[in-house]
């Protein structure tokens, strides 16, 4: 794989397929914690890995810290941690931790853990070893 490390930072061992699998759950996730439809650039290019891997698609990934999300048209800039839940043919990427500014104000924050729309995502069968629920 070719070395990306300045575009994608740590992340850059995740294939084109899994990166926008991650970046669609991540989006999705954010929208729905926000109450809004909104689309997002992603800059990985200051992610780094806290040490959950694994493979998937057409590469491999960690939890990430660092990165940025930005949506110039409404002025909302977001970073974040993201986690995921891997077991067999389920995959889902969320954010572990983020927080969200519109117009340098803080809009948005979210601690540690995962949240309720992304707890309701995963089967019940895997819920067994998940972080608390922050209800956010």
Same mark, same amino acid.
């Given at each position: 794989? =070719?070395?990306?490390c300045d575009t994608y930072g740590l992340s850059s061992?995740?294939?084109p397929k899994l990166r926008e699998l991650v970046q669609i759950q991540l989006t999705y996730e954010l929208?729905?914690?926000l109450g809004i439809s909104s689309k997002f650039d992603f800059d990985w290019s200051e992610s780094c890995i806290e040490g959950h891997d694994g493979m998937f698609l057409d590469g491999s990934l960690e939890n990430y810290s660092g990165i940025i999300l930005i949506n110039k048209q409404e002025s909302i800039k977001a970073d974040g941690?993201?986690?995921?839940i891997q077991e067999g043919d389920f995959f889902l990427a969320y954010w572990d931790q983020?927080?969200?500014w519109q117009n340098d104000k803080k809009l948005f924050s979210k601690d540690f853990g995962i949240s309720s729309f992304?707890?309701?995502l995963v089967p019940e069968?895997? !819920?067994w070893h998940l972080k =608390?629920? !922050?209800k956010q």
């Open positions: 794989m =070719e070395d990306n061992t995740m294939g929208n729905s914690l941690w993201m986690d995921f983020i927080t969200v992304a707890c309701a069968k895997l !819920r =608390e629920v !922050r």
